[in-house]
């Protein structure tokens, strides 16, 4: 790739940042942190002292308070033991920790909480981070797909600022979003017989989205492209062979993908079925309805 053919990524990219600016005015110009703690004002004590002009926040995202960003400092604390982060001591009686899977313990993006010290910064540009990868990995599909540089930066723009990514801001849906778009270029390059760029771009896509932390968004991301291989195998008609080298390629990049993410599955797989016990013990009644098998 000669080096003047990056320059559109370069471009989009620092166009990504500055669109953020108007979404999040109070971290850029006035240095807040994109953490809601004031969803303590709810509970005692801190809901003695709530101001009453208090603003309406996103009601998604009370969960950054109470749960993720202990997970992420009790991760943090564990790895600076050097141990490995298993046990979490401060919800219940304690519970598994890196079996969470929420806990996103391997997602590369993770590494801010161990470069930068202070928790809720690091949050901060944990969030950003994630809508840009959204919008910036959305070009590289747009541009992979041969769309024109003008209709790529529409479609960066607007997969970046779509609302299910900012309903989700808080939570660990968007993580896995900031990589369908290359599952999807994957699938299109090994549709059109490009298997080496395919199984690449798969094994990356595959890989980030399992670690993002949030499988249930993996597995409708997943199905949803396989109808869509489906539909265009239906209509193309090609020869077996061709289907059976596409069917090939993805197996391989697939397998590749969950043998890296193994360190995160097993523990999860292994934990599975023991929250039906947790189940049990804050509703008895209504054990019946959740069951898992592995």
Same mark, same amino acid.
């Given at each position: 790739m000669r080096p003047r053919s990056l320059a559109p990524y370069f471009l989009q990219a620092a166009l990504l940042l500055l669109a953020l600016v108007p979404?999040?005015?109070? $971290?850029?110009?006035? #240095? &807040?942190?994109? $953490?809601?703690?004031?969803?303590?004002y709810d509970f005692a004590p801190w809901s003695y002292h709530k101001p009453e002009d208090l603003p309406r926040q996103n009601p998604l995202g009370f969960e950054v308070s109470f749960a993720v960003s202990v997970w992420y400092r009790l991760t943090d604390d564990a790895f600076s033991?050097? &141990?490995?982060? =298993?046990?979490?001591?401060? %919800?219940?009686? #304690?519970?598994?920790? =890196? !079996?969470?899977? %929420?806990? !996103?313990?391997f997602y590369p993006p993770r590494l801010l909480f161990?470069?930068?010290n202070d928790t809720d910064i690091a949050m901060t540009l944990y969030i950003l981070l994630r809508f840009w990868l959204c919008g910036f990995n959305a070009f590289i599909c747009?541009? /992979?797909?041969?769309l024109k540089t003008p209709f790529a930066n529409l479609f960066s723009f607007a997969y970046m600022l779509a609302g299910y990514n900012l309903?989700?801001?808080?939570?660990?849906?968007?993580?896995?979003m900031a990589w369908l778009p290359l599952l999807f270029a994957a699938t299109e390059s090994m549709l059109n017989s490009r298997y080496r760029l395919g199984i690449a771009l798969l094994t990356i #896509? /595959?890989?980030?989205? @399992? /670690? *993002?932390?949030h499988p249930s968004s993996v597995m409708m991301g997943c199905l949803g492209l396989g109808m869509y291989v489906a539909a265009r195998l239906l209509v193309s008609r090609g020869p077996f062979t061709r289907? =059976?080298? /596409?069917?090939? *390629?993805?197996?391989?990049? @697939?397998?590749l993908s969950l043998a890296i993410c193994a360190v995160q599955l097993l523990p999860f797989f292994e934990y599975m079925p023991q929250m039906e016990l947790f189940i049990y013990r804050m509703d008895p009644e209504g054990v019946s309805r959740y069951k898992y098998s592995i």
């Open positions: 979404i999040y005015p109070g $971290v850029f110009l006035r #240095g &807040e942190l994109l $953490v809601p703690a004031s969803y303590l033991r050097g &141990e490995w982060p =298993l046990w979490n001591p401060l %919800q219940f009686m #304690g519970a598994p920790l =890196l !079996a969470n899977f %929420q806990t !996103a313990v161990r470069l930068v747009a541009r /992979l797909l041969h309903l989700w801001t808080f939570y660990p849906p968007p993580d896995v #896509g /595959l890989t980030m989205s @399992i /670690l *993002a932390g289907t =059976l080298r /596409l069917f090939s *390629a993805a197996a391989a990049a @697939i397998a």
